[in-house]
């Protein structure tokens, strides 16, 4: 879709936030209808994980659409600064993965999954950018024949190239390529050429990961390899399955010391080390709000300009267009590109043009929704909050349940709605709280508990969420003795064990 439109970085006077405003300035009826299909589908994805779309329409005969403006960096930029560590790598595809999921579950194939539309936020957060050759799977439309040669060649799939039928799994393989580059620092497929890329992409198989970097786990070289199948029969049959290797491969890191609890935190954590070592550019959301609106014009823009919807009249910067994808404006960016909208004679009325009929609404289910124990749940991405017993409405089809219990569980499964049977029960692992303390409550430095060989922390313990049952807990002592007791965790009275040195109780 690129080098027909105008982004503009806008205020929203009403919700008080800013805003990135997209244009399009072809008059060919296919592009118009490609520009509003991105509206459209994108605008019908509601994930974290994916930019958000506010609004679209027609002003003056221009059509635009609004989405949420994007604080922090793009994948690519943040990939030439320096490598990213292993741990980070996973926190983004993770998140990726999270996002690209979702769609599909909602029959959207991205179709240009690359580092260039992968936006990582400062606190944390990647989203997916610009589904502008997005493919819904729900439609059949000569707009998606056009698709194979609008997307970056390294990254396209060998089904994309030889213009054959394309599903999520297209989606998959462009995932295998960025995790590729992003573990060995280069691309699996690159020439001198467009025409060796296509040539390699199609037929020759690419250099193992390890072999370009020792440090990468054969876990992941295989799972990434396998995202690279020439055959899309031979790569993980959904995104879902990608991620569950990744979360294997991160559980089997070694660690230096305690680890963040959260994707976004360590990712944050990545940002803040990265931004040390080099001049590392992060446009902050905080800091733009924040910012004298002096530095930007407070007109309305007149009738005499080239009108964009007026409640978004705040203009701050015009980037124009050009090759595959649009940026969105960031700190430290280069501002040659900078341009101001010609100005253009007041247009006469006219009807808007014709857009494509809105997707109908999806047909919902109310469900019952029963937690025990309550947990915190989120849907999709949307948090419900605490839940032991609701009712939502939900469309038929794949949903993502999170279930968490603070320091106790997080578990993530995706479940089928059916309409003939709205009633959905998760049972969670019960848990009790166990106090583990020193005789006479004298404290003993260097004193380390285990739970069923796994550490539960420094003596003294308290207030632990355990699961209920029984358990065997052992205190190791600096001076290499150990204590040993047999424990029976009830969720109706916290658990109280005593330890001492020298033996078992």
Known sequence: MGGFGVVYKAWDPYIQRWVALKTCNATDPETTQRFFREAQLAGNLQ??????????GVENDTPYFVQEFLSGVDLDELMGKQPLTLQATLAILLQVCAGLEYAHSRGVVHRDIKPANVRVLEDGTVKIMDFGIAKSLQSESRLTQTGVALGTAGYLSPEQLSGKPIDHRSDIFALGVMAYEMVTGVRPFAGPNLSNIIYQILNQEPVPPRQRNKNCPERLEKAILKCLAKDPAKRFANVRDFARELKLVFQELPSAGPRAETTTAIVRSELARLAGHSPLEITSATQLSAAPLEHYPTEPVRPAQRRIPWAYAVVGAVLVLAGGGYFLLVGGKDQSSVAQVPATPAPKPSPPPATPTPLPAPQTVNVELVVTPPAEVEVDGKPLGRVASTTL??????????????????????????????????????FGLLNVVPDMDVPIRGAEVFLDGKPLGSLPVSGKKVAVGGHRVEVTWPDGGRFEADVVVSDTAPTDLVVRPGGSS
């Open 393 to 430: 409405p939900l469309t038929p089809g794949p949903h993502r349940f999170r279930l968490r219990i603070a320091g106790f569980l997080d578990r993530s499964e995706e479940v089928e709605v059916k309409p003939d049977q709205p009633r959905l029960v998760f049972d969670l692992p019960r």
């Open 47 to 56: 994930h974290p994980n994916i930019t958000m779309i506010y609004d679209f």
